[in-house]
């Protein structure tokens, strides 16, 4: 590694961790589905910029890339699945809480 | 370098307003200037394909999903906005205590890093890489939007009485 990719490596990590943390705090204090889903969000999206910034001070650049663009495709997924379950339970219950889907029968 | 670190804080400043904002459709824009921000980061980073799949599916068609979600379920009423107002200043204010907090410690009391890496094989083809090396991320890539369209198809299906 350079000079320059571990000064950029140093950069880029408390901001990732601020990311990550974000996220975290989001999704463990809100009750929303929607912001939870937005808190999972934010944290893929500390991963995809850890992913590239290890990519590119390993000059590893296109293995990289190409994991990220795997994540971004998966992650579209993950969101729209999740949003038809929002919806669904908005159907049945009226509300987007997450405590009134804590009653599980079956 | 600089221009590196003024794209982290607004990506930064930007979390914090998907936060702190208490209209859903805020929050949900605000998502969309984190992507972008992610993406212009990209490009600095000399990783332009993964920028272009960033800006196209993340600050768009994600941004599109959530609008169409949060035009699904009941807007909040004007006085109901005042209240969850408070109560969500009242929920979030450790936040930005704890990130200042952390931000301290990862500055100045964690070292930097100094660690040396190995030389890897290099493969400068994103195209070869994606379909020579990862063939099994791609196979399970494939098995995902199956399982991602059947389980949208099953939740929008209408039940039958």
Do not use: H
């Amino acid at each position: 590694m350079s000079a320059t990719n571990v000064e950029i490596l140093n950069i880029f990590i408390p901001f990732i961790i601020l990311l990550l943390i974000i996220g975290f705090y989001y999704i463990l204090a809100t009750r929303n589905l929607v912001r939870i889903l937005l808190g999972v969000e934010i944290i893929t999206k500390a991963a995809l910029l850890s992913i590239i910034v290890v990519g590119y001070v390993t000059n590893n650049i296109p293995l990289a890339q190409s994991l990220a663009v795997i994540m971004i495709i998966i992650e579209v997924f993950v969101v729209a699945v999740a949003a038809g379950i929002i919806i669904q339970i908005y159907k049945r219950t009226g509300s987007i809480d997450a405590r009134n889907i804590r009653n599980l029968r079956g | 370098m600089n221009l590196i670190l003024a794209l982290l804080i607004i990506l930064i400043i930007a979390a914090l307003m998907v936060v702190f904002s208490s209209r859903l459709l805020l929050a949900a824009i605000s998502l969309a200037v984190t992507s972008i921000m992610v993406t212009l980061l990209m490009f600095k980073l000399n990783s332009p394909i993964a920028a272009v799949f960033e800006l196209s599916i993340c600050a768009g068609l994600i941004t599109v999903i959530f609008i169409t979600t949060i035009s699904f379920v009941k807007p909040v009423e004007q006085e109901d906005l005042v209240e969850t107002r408070k109560k969500r200043i009242k929920k979030y204010v450790a936040l930005p205590v704890i990130l200042v907090i952390v931000g301290v410690v990862t500055k100045f009391v964690i070292k930097p890093m100094t660690l040396s890496l190995p030389a890897v094989i290099q493969e400068t083809n994103v195209a070869n890489v994606l379909w020579n090396l990862r063939q099994v991320d791609l196979l399970g890539q494939a098995i995902i939007l199956l399982v991602g369209v059947f389980g949208i198809v099953v939740l929008f299906k209408e039940g039958q009485k």
